[in-house]
């Protein structure tokens, strides 16, 4: 059973930082692409950032282009989002997921395995 866990969100101020961690358990973590999602209230999950399972292969979202960086360490079975500049446009429960095909994609359907989630608030 593939487990994922998200932390490290919370209520911070515009043009604060956050990162936020995914623990992946249940899969040789090293053969599987990752992907940030998030959806706030009302809309539809929109794709964040991607990388793919050797780490060679990264794409972000137009909106958090240069502000967010995706990463993750397979030593830890973790992927990482380092959020900056933070707006309140960013307000959302943020979601990770597995690729277990490794290549990481933007396409939600694309996932198999999801997080619970985890909030980030910025306040104006």
């Known amino acids: 059973q593939v487990l994922l866990a998200e932390s490290g969100g919370g209520l911070v101020q515009t043009g604060a930082s956050l990162r936020l961690s995914c623990a992946a358990t249940g899969r040789t973590f090293s053969t599987i692409g990752m992907g940030w999602f998030r959806q706030a209230p009302g809309k539809e999950r929109e794709f964040v950032a991607t990388?793919?399972?050797?780490?060679?292969?990264?794409r972000y979202a137009n909106s958090v282009k240069g502000r967010f960086t995706i990463s993750r360490d397979s030593a830890k079975n973790a992927v990482y989002l380092q959020m900056e500049s933070l707006t309140p446009e960013d307000t959302a429960v943020y979601y990770c997921?597995?690729?277990?095909?490794?290549?990481?994609?933007?396409?939600?359907?694309?996932?198999?395995?999801w997080g619970q989630g985890t909030q980030v608030t910025v306040s104006s």
């Open positions: 997921a597995e690729d277990s095909r490794g290549l990481g994609t933007a396409i939600p359907a694309d996932y198999a395995y």
């Open positions: 990388i793919n399972y050797n780490s060679l292969y990264i």
